[in-house]
C-alpha cells in the first residue's frame, strides 16, 4: 500500500508579496477584497491575497500600455534587456530554496521536485530567451521592381498572460521568458489556487532592473480578473495555459477585438510500450508519465497502451511500483507525491475513479483517499480498460492510469489518435525504424522515444488539435509575441 509519511510541519517560508503588483507598486484591490490561498497538505489557509478584478486590471493595462508606448523597454538596446533577463534569473537562484519551500506550500508538490525540477526549467527558459533578446531580426526581400524591401520583427504589444495552478513559477518563465526577450509589456494572472510565487518573481523582476509598468501582476479569480485582462482593448495577445472549457470562453471573448490567442490546453496522451521495449526504463517512464506532479501535468502519459504479449507482465510491474510511492508531506524530502492542488481537483479526480469502478475497469491498485487531511490521493492503476470509458477519453489530472491492451500496429495508432485531444505521446522500443513510423503517425505536439517528460527551454511545446494552439518554448515560441512589419522602399530617384 502506499503510505503516508508523517505529516511534519517544516519552518514554512515566509510571504512577504500578497498585493496587487501594479506599475511597479504594491497596492491592495481597488475593491478591498481579499481571497485565502491555501496549503492543500493541510488545508490551512497561508495567506491573504489581493482580489483584483476589472478595476485592478484597468490600471495594470494602462501601466502596461504606457511602458509599451512610451517606456524604455521596447526601445532599449536589446542587448541590454537580454541582460536583465539574465539577471532576474540570477536572482531566482540566489532564492531557489525559499522559492522551491513557497511553490510547495501553495502548490502541494514536493519540495523537492520543485527545488529539482521546476525552478531549474524556469531558470532554463529565463536565460534561453535572454539570450534571443538581441537575435530577433528581419529580412532583406528581393521584390520585383526597383525597391528595396526589408521585414522587421516588433513586439505584439501589451500581452495579457493566464495561467494554471500546476507549474506555478514554470508558467511564469514559460510566459515572461519570451515576452520579455521581444519587447511586451505585461499583465499577468496568476491561478487563485497559488498566486505566491509569481508575486515572489515580480519582486525580483524589478529587482533585476525591469522598469516599472512592464511587468504587472493582478491576482484574482477568472471570470473577473481573467475575463477582464481578455476584455480589455489595450491588451494585444492573451497566452492562456489551463482548461479546454475556459479557452473557449476567452476565444470568444476576443474575437470581438480579433486579438492574438495562443492557448496550451489539457491532453489525454499515450504512453505506448512495444513488447521488444527495454521493459525497466519503460515501466519507469509510465510512473513518470502518469505520476509526475500529483498527474496533474497538461502532457500526462495517460493512457498507457500496452503490446499484448507483455501485457500481464508489465502492469504487474507498474501495480508493484505504484504501490511503493510515498505519499505524504511535501516537505519531506523522501515523499514522491504530494496533494492534489485542491478540493475541486480533488473531488473531481475521486469522481472519475468512481465513474471507472462503474464503467467495469478494474481498480488494480489505488483508488482511495490517503489520510483524512490535505487532498492526497493514492497512485491508481486501472486495468481492463475500453477505449470508449471516460477514464480513456477524458482528462483526470490526477494519479489514474488507465491501461489498454494493443496487438496490431495500425489499430493501435488509429485508438492512440482517437481523441480529441494532441499534446504528447511516447513511444517506448528498441526498434529505430519502429520508433520514428509511430512518431510520424501519432497525431500530438511532442513524441517521447523511450522517454518522458524530457522538455527543453529549446524545443518547442504544444498541441495539435483540442490541446491548443501555437507553441511555447524555442524560437517558436517567440512567434506569438512578435509582428513583422513589412517596409518597401522606392529606389526610384526623386525628381528635382
Ligand atoms: P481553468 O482553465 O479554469 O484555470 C486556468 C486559469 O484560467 C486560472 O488562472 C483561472 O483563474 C483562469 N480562468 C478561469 N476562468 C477564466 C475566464 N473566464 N477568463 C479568463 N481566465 C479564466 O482550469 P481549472 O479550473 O483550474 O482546472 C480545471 C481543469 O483544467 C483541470 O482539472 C485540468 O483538467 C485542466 N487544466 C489544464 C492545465 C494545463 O496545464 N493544460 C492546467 C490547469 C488545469
Ligand atoms: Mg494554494
Known amino acids: 500500500m502506499a503510505t503516508v509519511t508523517a505529516p511534519r510541519r517544516p519552518a514554512a517560508p515566509k510571504i512577504h508579496q500578497t498585493q496587487l503588483f501594479i506599475d511597479g507598486q504594491w497596492t491592495p484591490a481597488r475593491s478591498g477584497k481579499t481571497f485565502e490561498t491555501i496549503n492543500p497538505a493541510t488545508e490551512e489557509v497561508i495567506a491573504q ?90 529580412q532583406t526581400i528581393p521584390i520585383n521592381g526597383n525597391y528595396f524591401c526589408y521585414t522587421r520583427r516588433e513586439p505584439v504589444g501589451v500581452a495579457g498572460q493566464i495561467i494554471p495552478w500546476n507549474f506555478p513559477i514554470l508558467m511564469v518563465a514559460w510566459k515572461w521568458g519570451p515576452a520579455l526577450a521581444a519587447g511586451c509589456t505585461i499583465v499577468m494572472k496568476p491561478a487563485e489556487q497559488t498566486p505566491l ?19 504587472n501582476v493582478v491576482t484574482g479569480f477568472g471570470p473577473t480578473a481573467g475575463a477582464a485582462i481578455v476584455n480589455h482593448p489595450g491588451i494585444d495577445k492573451v497566452a492562456f495555459t489551463g482548461s479546454g472549457e475556459t479557452a473557449q470562453i476567452i476565444m470568444r471573448q476576443a474575437a470581438g477585438q480579433l486579438k492574438r490567442l495562443t492557448f496550451e490546453l489539457g491532453g489525454k496522451s499515450p504512453n505506448i510500450v512495444f513488447a521488444d521495449a527495454d521493459l525497466d526504463a519503460a515501466a519507469a517512464g509510465a510512473h513518470v508519465g502518469i505520476y509526475l506532479n500529483q498527474g496533474q501535468c497538461c502532457c500526462a ?17 507498474v501495480v508493484e511500483g505504484s504501490r511503493q510511492r510515498r505519499v505524504g508531506d511535501p516537505f519531506d524530502p523522501g515523499t514522491h507525491q504530494g496533494p492534489q492542488v485542491d478540493k475541486a481537483q480533488f473531488d473531481k479526480i475521486m469522481g472519475y475513479i468512481e465513474a471507472g469502478k462503474k464503467e467495469g475497469a478494474t481498480c488494480a491498485t489505488g483508488g482511495k483517499r490517503v489520510g483524512d487531511r490535505g487532498f492526497f490521493i493514492e ?47 511516447a513511444v517506448w522500443t528498441r526498434d529505430v525504424a519502429k520508433a520514428h513510423d509511430v512518431a510520424r503517425r501519432l497525431r500530438a505536439g511532442t513524441v517521447w522515444v523511450n522517454c518522458y517528460d524530457v522538455f527543453d527551454a529549446a524545443a518547442p511545446f504544444g498541441g495539435f488539435k483540442q490541446s491548443g494552439f501555437g ?7 517567440l512567434e506569438p509575441y512578435l509582428e513583422t512589419k513589412t517596409v518597401t522602399v522606392s529606389l526610384d530617384q526623386p525628381r528635382a
Not at 489498454?404 to 495500425?410: A, N, R
Not at 507553441?471 to 515560441?477: A, D, F, K, V
Open 379 to 425: 497512485p491508481t492503476v486501472f486495468t481492463n480498460v475500453k477505449d470508449e470509458m471516460a477514464i480513456a477519453r477524458e482528462e483526470i489530472f490526477g494519479p489514474v492510469l488507465s491501461v489498454l491492451k494493443f496487438s496490431d500496429m495500425d489499430e493501435l495508432i488509429r485508438r492512440a489518435n482517437a481523441t480529441t485531444f494532441g499534446l504528447a505521446a
Open 197 to 215: 510565487t509569481a508575486l515572489r518573481l515580480a519582486r525580483l523582476a524589478q529587482k533585476a532592473g525591469v522598469p516599472d509598468g512592464v511587468i
Open 49 to 138: 491575497v489581493a482580489e483584483g478584478d476589472a478595476a485592478d486590471v484597468e490600471l495594470a493595462v494602462r501601466a502596461a500600455r504606457k511602458a509599451f508606448d512610451d517606456g524604455p523597454w521596447p526601445r532599449m538596446n536589446a542587448r541590454e534587456r537580454g541582460r536583465i533577463i539574465l539577471r532576474l534569473a540570477d536572482l531566482i537562484e540566489e532564492e531557489i530554496e525559499e522559492l522551491a519551500a513557497l511553490e510547495s506550500l501553495d502548490n502541494g508538490k514536493p519540495v523537492s521536485d520543485a527545488r529539482a525540477g521546476d525552478i531549474p526549467l524556469a531558470l532554463d527558459c529565463l536565460r534561453y530567451y535572454a539570450g534571443w533578446a538581441d537575435k530577433i531580426h528581419g
Open 471 to 477: 507553441r511555447e518554448l524555442g524560437e517558436r515560441g
Open 301 to 317: 502519459g495517460s493512457r498507457l497502451f500496452v503490446e499484448d504479449t507483455i501485457h500481464d507482465a508489465f502492469v504487474a510491474r
